[in-house]
């Protein structure tokens, strides 16, 4: 299957309107797909427990971050999310000359979801990433589904100051640091000459194989990608496209500018057909430690037809206040994804607001006077919640406990919207 999905944004002062960080995400992946949004909390752990991950269990930490995270139900990792400490990860697949067919082990949205989980800087989850990638590796099925659809991943990562893009080729990897303008990646090797960090074999590796002749300027993507282009021509012009964009609004960027990139068609950003946009996130980062980051997620597919819903990272937050509506069936040892063979049967993981979002899809494709109207009202919603937030970045939270439902609130909002339709 040739790569067609994903593309994360990032843009950091002075390509921004204010003195924030604004980071966006389309998850695009197969049509049928449910993406649902969670929150965890906070935990410690006693030494020597274990996480079972998608494929495979691994050494637990003594302490967990809260995270919200937005993820393809089946499967324990995440497409992309945030952290308490405004860490936010998104990642992509990519493909190159290491073959990508292996044991199952760590997928990249595990490594998105333990990233989160057990990093308060965008470095520190860069360090992380890499050191699980050396203990356990990457491979497995990145799909539900019985014929294996296996990739590498790049991931775009976040926090208050800076960002770094960090990009994997099976156990080696390059990392390349951003701390000023703005930054995008599609499902192709994007760092070049300025590596930041990287895999102390990586370069012995690429000469090993012939990849690289050890004397030219070492080029990262150019050593570790396909010698023909073909395969990634789709991503490369997202890639363009994405770029061009950003660089359209630099130095106004904010996050309606964000949401406004990832609802974008004609450039392929915001995908349709067999693999579309199922998720999207935006987050927004004061640079200010003292300001909270606003971070806001779908939970349906098609940004254009969905409502972009605001979370902030509060205390008081916990299993009452999780997001129900956005969160699918849980089947436990029964799901066909932990039964071996794998993939056997695929169960009914839509959510509530996903069959809401669902019937009034129905209705906007075919009745476009209604759908207009539809539209319009869901915009309506997500500007007022806009405006809210825009109050909150700038003078901080003087309540924090009546934010505490916020995410599930403008859900219920949401879906209000719908049932007037």
């Known amino acids: 299957m040739h790569p067609s999905s994903c593309d994360t944004f990032v843009a950091l002062p002075p390509s921004t309107e204010r003195k924030c960080i604004i980071f966006g995400k389309n998850s695009d992946r197969p049509c049928d797909e449910v993406q649902e949004v969670v929150y965890f909390p906070a935990r410690d752990f006693d030494t020597g427990e274990n996480v079972e991950c998608t494929y495979i ?3 637990q930490v003594a302490h967990t971050y809260a995270v919200m995270l937005s993820k393809p139900a089946w499967l324990w990792g995440a497409e992309m999310g945030a952290n308490e400490h405004q860490v936010c990860i998104g990642n992509e697949a990519v493909w190159g000359r290491e073959s990508a067919d292996g044991d199952e082990a760590l997928l990249g949205m595990d490594l998105v979801r333990l990233g989160l989980e057990r990093a308060d800087t965008a470095e520190k989850a860069v360090d992380v990433i890499t050191e699980l990638l050396k203990k356990y590796g990457q491979g497995g099925s990145c799909m539900e589904d019985q014929g294996s659809f296996t990739y590498h991943n790049s991931f775009l990562i976040s926090d208050r100051k800076e960002a770094w893009l960090l990009e994997t080729s099976g156990k080696h990897w390059a990392a390349e640091r ?11 090797y994007s760092i070049k000459t300025k590596i930041d960090k990287e895999h102390p074999e990586l370069r012995k590796y690429a000469q090993g194989k012939g990849w690289w002749d050890g004397k030219t300027q070492f080029n990262f993507s150019t050593v570790y990608s396909f010698t023909t282009t073909a395969r990634i021509e789709a991503a490369g012009s997202r890639y363009c496209e994405g770029k061009k964009l950003l660089k359209k609004s ?11 990139i990832l609802r974008d068609k004609d450039s392929g950003i915001n995908m349709e057909g067999m693999f579309m946009t199922t998720g999207s996130m935006v987050s927004v980062i004061p640079t200010d430690p003292t300001l909270p980051g606003v971070h806001y997620f779908t939970a349906t597919p098609d940004p254009e037809r969905s409502v972009f819903k605001p979370f902030i990272f ?3 937050i916990n299993a009452i206040n999780l997001p129900k509506e956005t969160t699918s069936p849980s089947y436990g040892a029964d799901d066909p994804v932990k039964k071996k063979p794998r993939f056997q049967s695929k169960p009914d993981r839509k959510h509530e607001l996903f069959v809401k979002h669902e019937l009034v899809e129905a209705i906007m494709e075919s009745f476009k006077d209604r759908g207009k109207k539809i539209t319009e009202n869901m915009r309506r919603l997500e500007k007022e919640k806009m405006t809210e937030m825009e109050e909150i970045l700038s003078h901080g939270i003087k309540e924090p ?6 995410f599930p609130r403008c859900v219920q909002e949401e879906m209000a919207v719908y049932g007037k339709s």
Do not use: P
């Not at 630099?250 to 406004?260: K, P």
């Not at 406990?401 to 916020?406: E, G, K, Q, R």
């Open 57 to 59: 269990e691994i050494e």
């Open 178 to 188: 951003r701390q000023a303008g703005y930054r995008n990646i599609s499902n192709k």
């Open 314 to 316: 509060v205390k008081n």
């Open 401 to 406: 406990d009546l934010l505490v439902n916020l």
């Open 250 to 260: 630099n130095g106004h960027i904010t996050a309606e500018t964000m949401m406004d």
